[in-house]
């Protein structure tokens, strides 16, 4: 197997419905670090979040994630971790070298490095990949599949009026 550039990386969501532009952020944390520790937002936190639609359980999220790591042979270099806030252990672990984000969470990637400085940590490097698009050129989102106006893949499900 060939090794990731970083040790330990970072990355979190609330992972609901489990979408193409969830699985590229996965893949992408697979790719570049050798042990992957995942925050999954608690069911708590989700409902802090005010998250315009309905969320699966934590418990179902969970299934459907370590279903989707499996299915891509990485059980072995997984950690999920249940989280309560944006940054989970991230925040106090210095054994963390590396975040994968997306474009719009990056601005939380840099107020956690911002964080760790203030703790006396070495600021993670920040691997940013690009959103993934639905065939009408809009990022796929788990609020667009809930309105049944994409599919988990992207693909337009209803025509815009």
Same mark, same amino acid.
């Given at each position: 197997?060939?090794?990731?550039?970083?040790?330990?990386?970072?990355?979190?969501? %609330?992972?609901?419905?489990?979408?193409?532009?969830?699985?590229?952020?996965?893949?992408?944390? +697979?790719?570049?670090?050798?042990?992957?520790?995942?925050?999954?937002? %608690?069911?708590?936190?989700? @409902?802090?979040?005010?998250?315009?639609?309905?969320?699966? /359980?934590?418990?179902?999220?969970?299934?459907? $994630?370590?279903? +989707? &790591?499996?299915?891509?042979?990485?059980?072995?270099?997984?950690?999920?971790?249940? &989280?309560?806030?944006?940054?989970?252990? @991230? &925040?106090?672990?210095?054994?963390?070298?590396?975040?994968?984000? /997306?474009?719009?969470?990056?601005?939380? @990637?840099?107020?956690?490095? @911002?964080?760790?400085?203030?703790?006396? $940590?070495?600021? $993670?490097?920040? &691997?940013?990949?690009?959103?993934? $698009?639905? =065939?009408?050129?809009?990022?796929? /989102? %788990? %609020?667009?599949?809930?309105?049944? =106006?994409?599919?988990?893949?992207?693909?337009?499900?209803?025509?815009? /009026?």
């Amino acid at each position: 197997m060939a090794r990731g550039r970083f040790r330990v990386v970072g990355v979190a969501g %609330t992972f609901d419905m489990l979408h193409k532009g969830h699985k590229a952020l996965l893949r992408k944390a +697979f790719e570049v670090g050798d042990l992957v520790v995942i925050g999954l937002t %608690t069911d708590e936190f989700v @409902a802090e979040m005010g998250k315009p639609h309905e969320v699966a /359980s934590y418990r179902e999220r969970l299934e459907e $994630l370590l279903a +989707f &790591i499996c299915d891509e042979g990485n059980l072995h270099r997984v950690e999920v971790i249940a &989280i309560n806030d944006p940054f989970g252990p @991230a &925040i106090w672990d210095g054994g963390f070298e590396a975040i994968v984000v /997306s474009e719009e969470t990056a601005p939380r @990637a840099e107020q956690l490095n @911002a964080l760790r400085a203030r703790k006396g $940590l070495r600021p $993670l490097e920040v &691997i940013v990949i690009p959103m993934v $698009l639905a =065939e009408d050129g809009k990022p796929i /989102s %788990t %609020t667009r599949i809930r309105a049944g =106006e994409i599919d988990r893949e992207g693909r337009l499900l209803k025509q815009p /009026s």
